[in-house]
């Protein structure tokens, strides 16, 4: 059945209260994020600190009226600039101009492809190395189409492969899916497209080398999605990438994991059995890599979104790289049933970029038509915009026995230390050598503040031990080492003499026999 949702959260960064086609949000870095949106008259953006205080005004995309199909799209070159791909549903092209974060233009617009016909899509930008990858929507030729534009040089790129994609993909609606991309390492990028020709949701692998592209494998993940299929990809670490997509037939939302070498890691897995209204209610799909901060695993997460129709919702589920499930949430209950596209994203693990670990910024047309942003942390609680840099800090190291002990058999050692946090501690570990060897090992509990570890029946010896804690947003912090010392204890001896413990008198010459017992 489908995904239960059970609770709405609200953080929300008032963008421009005017009715808008599609919406698109990128970070420059942990506290900056843009969002971009077309409009029937033009294609704008702003730029925002996370906490919601603008950085810029309202800035238009120099470019002609863009009509009611146009798309847009904006990817982070680095910390200073960004580009905003776009697709114009008037005159029919396909382009992207280059910003400062304050807004100046570097570049544009340029046009990439000058006839792409009536339906557009622009997929998020992707830097890789010093290249760009524009992937895109060509109707006129029925491709899923990618240039690539070397960075400061600019201009419209070169299509590599000259085929795209996939050449007969020939999209026939607009304001769809239609395709998506994303760098996984720094040479092999995936091209996720619904194919409108066979109804089915494929992704490609591209090896890049330089600026030049190569395919190396095409999976079809589903042979037949109907006619109005939707898809979304992610990548994490480097090492695997996520694919989500909609089934119109079966009104699905699923979603598979792969490696960097296609090997399987999830197979196909229905995340909502019943997403859609059918026909114009079909969902919309966004997916975003998020910065793990349990410290129990080792890769990080990723968030897959869509409408669920039916409800009227936009829904958001999150996954460990395994494909294990970690929480559900909804994002927003007054999505725009007239303009649904919406987008999410929280970081770029290949140029290590994003905004505050464990955290995410979504972008969506409300019901009253105005573009709107909202952040989050990854559990669907609301986030603030401030990230937390800040370790935790100790205090109050009490050792008992204290040092140095003595040596008792079968006594309990304990080590105590005070951690405060103005976040949250998540989690406390004691590194020591009490056995030969440094290791790590749990503590045995905590009172409050103060964490307590417990050791049994230390040998005689010198040690040393200390603590380490990490808050809930990634800082981790360390005591001192410090130094512990077992001594032996001096024995305790009862002598007798001739079985006796009382003074005896003897005679010279005569022979004693005196027996002495370890007591202690």
Same mark, same amino acid.
């Given at each position: 059945?489908?995904?239960?949702?059970?609770?709405?959260?609200?953080?929300?960064?008032?963008?421009?209260?005017?009715?808008?086609?599609?919406?698109?949000?990128?970070?420059?870095?942990?506290?900056?994020?843009?969002?971009?949106?077309?409009?029937?008259?033009?294609?704008?953006?702003?730029?925002?600190?996370?906490?919601?205080?603008?950085?810029?005004?309202?800035?238009?995309?120099?470019?002609?009226?863009?009509?009611?199909?146009?798309?847009?799209?904006?990817?982070?070159?680095?910390?200073?600039?960004?580009?905003?791909?776009?697709?114009?549903?008037?005159?029919?092209?396909?382009?992207?101009?280059?910003?400062?974060?304050?807004?100046?233009?570097?570049?544009?617009?340029?046009?990439?492809?000058?006839?792409?016909?009536?339906?557009?899509?622009?997929?998020?930008?992707?830097?890789?190395?010093?290249?760009?990858?524009?992937?895109?929507?060509?109707?006129?030729?029925?491709?899923?189409?990618?240039?690539?534009?070397?960075?400061?040089?600019?201009? &419209?790129?070169?299509?590599?492969?000259?085929?795209?994609?996939?050449?007969?993909?020939?999209?026939?609606?607009?304001?769809?899916?239609?395709?998506?991309?994303?760098?996984?390492?720094?040479?092999?990028?995936?091209?996720?497209?619904?194919?409108?020709?066979?109804?089915?949701?494929?992704?490609?692998?591209?090896?890049?080398?330089?600026?030049?592209?190569?395919?190396?494998?095409?999976?079809?993940?589903?042979?037949?999605?109907?006619?109005?299929?939707?898809?979304?990809?992610?990548?994490?670490?480097?090492?695997?990438?996520?694919?989500?997509?909609?089934?119109?037939?079966?009104?699905?939302?699923?979603?598979?994991?792969?490696?960097?070498?296609?090997?399987?890691?999830?197979?196909?897995?229905?995340?909502?059995?019943?997403?859609?209204?059918?026909?114009?209610?079909?969902?919309?799909?966004?997916?975003?890599?998020?910065?793990?901060?349990?410290?129990?695993?080792?890769?990080?997460?990723?968030?897959?979104?869509?409408?669920?129709?039916?409800?009227?919702?936009?829904?958001?589920?999150?996954?460990?790289?395994?494909?294990?499930?970690?929480?559900?949430?909804?994002?927003?209950?007054?999505?725009?049933?007239?303009?649904?596209?919406?987008?999410?994203?929280?970081?770029?693990?290949?140029?290590?970029?994003?905004?505050?670990?464990?955290?995410?910024?979504?972008?969506?047309?409300?019901?009253?038509?105005?573009?709107?942003?909202?952040?989050?942390?990854?559990?669907?609680?609301?986030?603030?915009?401030?990230?937390?840099?800040?370790?935790?800090?100790?205090?109050?190291?009490? %050792?008992?026995?204290?040092?140095?002990?003595?040596?008792?058999?079968?006594?309990?050692?304990?080590?105590?230390?005070?951690?405060?946090?103005?976040?949250?501690?998540?989690?406390?570990?004691?590194?020591?050598?009490?056995?030969?060897?440094?290791?790590?090992?749990?503590?045995?509990?905590?009172?409050?503040?103060?964490?307590?570890?417990?050791?049994?029946?230390? &040998?005689?010896?010198?040690?040393?031990?200390?603590?380490?804690?990490?808050?809930?947003?990634?800082?981790?912090?360390?005591?001192?080492?410090?130094?512990?010392?077992?001594?032996?204890?001096?024995?305790?001896?009862?002598?007798?003499?001739?079985?006796?413990?009382?003074?005896?008198?003897? %005679?010279?010459?005569?022979?004693?026999?005196?027996?002495?017992?370890?007591?202690?």
């Amino acid at each position: 059945g489908s995904v239960q949702f059970d609770h709405i959260i609200d953080p929300q960064i008032s963008v421009y209260n005017d009715s808008s086609i599609d919406v698109s949000v990128t970070a420059l870095d942990s506290r900056t994020i843009v969002v971009a949106w077309a409009q029937r008259s033009n294609l704008t953006f702003k730029v925002y600190d996370t906490n919601g205080t603008n950085l810029t005004g309202i800035i238009g995309v120099p470019s002609t009226a863009t009509g009611a199909g146009s798309r847009v799209s904006v990817g982070t070159i680095n910390s200073t600039a960004f580009a905003v791909s776009r697709y114009n549903s008037i005159s029919q092209d396909s382009g992207y101009s280059v910003y400062t974060r304050t807004g100046t233009l570097i570049t544009g617009p340029v046009d990439m492809d000058a006839a792409v016909g009536t339906v557009g899509d622009p997929a998020r930008p992707i830097r890789m190395g010093n290249s760009m990858e524009f992937c895109y929507v060509d109707q006129v030729e029925g491709d899923a189409d990618v240039r690539v534009v070397t960075i400061n040089t600019w201009g &419209a790129g070169a299509e590599s492969p000259g085929t795209g994609a996939d050449g007969s993909i020939t999209p026939g609606a607009t304001t769809q899916n239609h395709i998506s991309c994303v760098a996984v390492n720094s040479s092999l990028f995936v091209y996720a497209f619904f194919d409108d020709t066979d109804n089915d949701a494929t992704f490609v692998r591209m090896g890049t080398t330089g600026s030049t592209n190569a395919i190396l494998s095409t999976t079809d993940i589903d042979a037949n999605v109907g006619e109005t299929g939707q898809v979304a990809i992610t990548s994490i670490n480097q090492t695997y990438f996520a694919m989500s997509w909609y089934d119109s037939l079966l009104s699905h939302i699923n979603m598979t994991i792969r490696d960097i070498d296609n090997a399987v890691v999830l197979p196909s897995l229905i995340i909502d059995a019943n997403a859609s209204g059918g026909g114009a209610n079909d969902p919309r799909l966004a997916m975003a890599t998020v910065r793990n901060v349990t410290h129990t695993e080792a890769n990080n997460w990723f968030i897959v979104a869509w409408n669920e129709r039916n409800a009227g919702n936009i829904n958001a589920s999150v996954f460990n790289a395994s494909g294990t499930l970690k929480y559900n949430y909804l994002l927003a209950d007054d999505e725009n049933t007239t303009s649904p596209l919406f987008d999410i994203y929280g970081r770029d693990d290949l140029n290590d970029m994003g905004i505050c670990d464990g955290t995410f910024a979504f972008a969506y047309t409300n019901d009253s038509g105005g573009t709107t942003a909202k952040t989050f942390k990854v559990d669907g609680t609301e986030w603030n915009g401030i990230c937390d840099f800040t370790a935790p800090t100790w205090s109050n190291s009490i %050792e008992s026995p204290i040092d140095p002990a003595t040596y008792s058999q079968n006594s309990l050692y304990q080590f105590n230390i005070t951690w405060n946090d103005g976040t949250a501690i998540e989690t406390v570990f004691v590194e020591h050598n009490f056995t030969g060897i440094f290791a790590n090992y749990s503590i045995s509990g905590n009172n409050g503040a103060e964490y307590f570890y417990n050791y049994n029946n230390l &040998a005689t010896g010198g040690y040393a031990w200390r603590m380490y804690a990490n808050d809930t947003s990634n800082n981790i912090n360390k005591t001192d080492l410090f130094t512990y010392t077992a001594n032996k204890k001096n024995p305790v001896l009862n002598l007798t003499l001739n079985a006796t413990a009382n003074n005896i008198s003897i %005679e010279v010459g005569s022979t004693v026999n005196l027996s002495a017992y370890k007591l202690e």
